[in-house]
């Protein structure tokens, strides 16, 4: 899968890096690929493993998506760089609306936009709970949700340690999906919030490398 030329320059430029970078020394493989949703607003939700993570699901794309990133990354040089990769700053201590409503405009606007429902990286491998803000933006927004998991990304970089391991990583796609009109309408409650948070994790949490299916 190639790049396309209409991508920004510098997206461009970290883009190949990371898709040479991960089919050369990581095994990179993406299962399930036809069903990445690309002609409409979605929120891509995923596990989070490693910082890997957006890079290495960002390519399984042709084109740029949107990214959640930490506040504090927005430092020297990332302070630049961030922005330009399509990187929205969210405060993990006290998110602000800001943030959520910039999700939901440009899911809306028939963007993709990649979030990490857990919030943080797991330090052990195991899906955590997810954060209910995630169930307020697929409400809000009325997206579609694209389900991802990824495999091999802790092995090769744990969090808390900053030698990466070659080891192979995997994406594996699931099918998308909405919630229904019944659903949108229970959901108007930071329970109705966490229950649909639940649901979009749930969704994420079932998927398995084929060898394991």
């Known amino acids: 899968m190639g790049a396309k030329m209409k991508m920004p320059w510098v997206y461009s430029m970290g883009y190949r890096f990371f898709r040479a970078a991960a089919d050369s020394f990581f095994s990179y493989r993406v299962v399930g ?36 990133a930490r506040k504090t990354l927005y430092k020297g040089p990332n302070k630049w760089l961030l922005p330009l990769w399509r990187s929205i700053p969210v405060d993990q201590e006290k998110p602000d609306m800001n943030s959520l409503k910039k999700v939901i405009n440009l899911v809306k606007g028939g963007e993709q936009v990649l979030l990490f429902p857990e919030g943080a990286r ?73 229950k649909v948070a639940d649901r979009v994790m749930a969704a994420v949490a079932e998927l398995k490398l084929p060898e394991e299916a």
Request: aromatic letters at 8%.
């Open 33 to 68: 690929v036809e069903k990445l949703v690309t002609d409409r607003g979605v929120i891509i939700a995923a596990n989070h493993e490693s910082f890997l993570d957006p890079p290495f699901i960002g390519v399984a794309y042709n084109e740029p998506i949107y990214y959640l």
């Open 122 to 194: 797991t330090l052990d491998g195991d899906i955590q709970q997810a954060q209910p803000g995630v169930g307020l933006m697929v409400v809000k927004s009325k997206a579609m949700v694209q389900p991802i998991r990824i495999f091999g990304a802790r092995e090769a970089l744990p969090r808390g340690e900053g030698k990466i391991q070659f080891k192979p990583v995997t994406i594996v796609v699931g099918d998308p999906f909405e919630l229904t009109p019944e659903e949108l309408k229970a959901a108007k409650s930071k329970e109705g919030y966490q």
